[in-house]
Nanobody, 115 residues
Framework: QVQLVESGGGLVQAGGSLRLSCAAS????????MGWSRQAPGKGREFIAD????????YYTDSVRGRFTISRDNARNTVYLQMNSLKPEDSALYYC????????WGQGTQVTVSS
């Protein structure tokens, strides 16, 4: 039923940028606040950003605020994460979900930032 498919990750040098996408299906996307989380080796899953159902309100955790921008296109059932000024510590597997993380997790998309 529910499917969340993350894409857009890759290998970039420190200071570079990537734009991640999350294509959602199987639920009423525009009824839910959506968010991005990441998991680096040896660490738990870290919630980093969310966006309200309408796109009118956003939240960022301190470590990404000012560098990352979350957005959504309800007509396309897609949430995005624009990541700028990437740092090696941003290297992780990135996942999207509802704000509460209640849906089945997708495969994630790998972001690797070299120094």
């Amino acid at each position: 039923q529910v499917q969340l498919v993350e894409s857009g990750g890759g290998l970039v040098q420190a200071g570079g940028s990537l734009r991640l996408s999350c294509a959602a299906s199987g639920f009423t996307f525009n009824n839910y606040d959506m968010g991005w989380s990441r998991q680096a080796p040896g660490k738990g899953r870290e919630f980093i950003a969310d966006i309200s159902w309408s796109g009118g309100s956003t939240y960022y955790t301190d470590s990404v605020r000012g560098r990352f921008t979350i957005s959504r296109d309800n007509a396309r059932n897609t949430v995005y994460l624009q990541m700028n000024s990437l740092k090696p510590e941003d290297s992780a597997l990135y996942y999207c979900n509802t704000k509460s993380g209640a849906l089945p997790w997708g495969q994630g998309t790998q972001v690797t930032v070299s120094s």
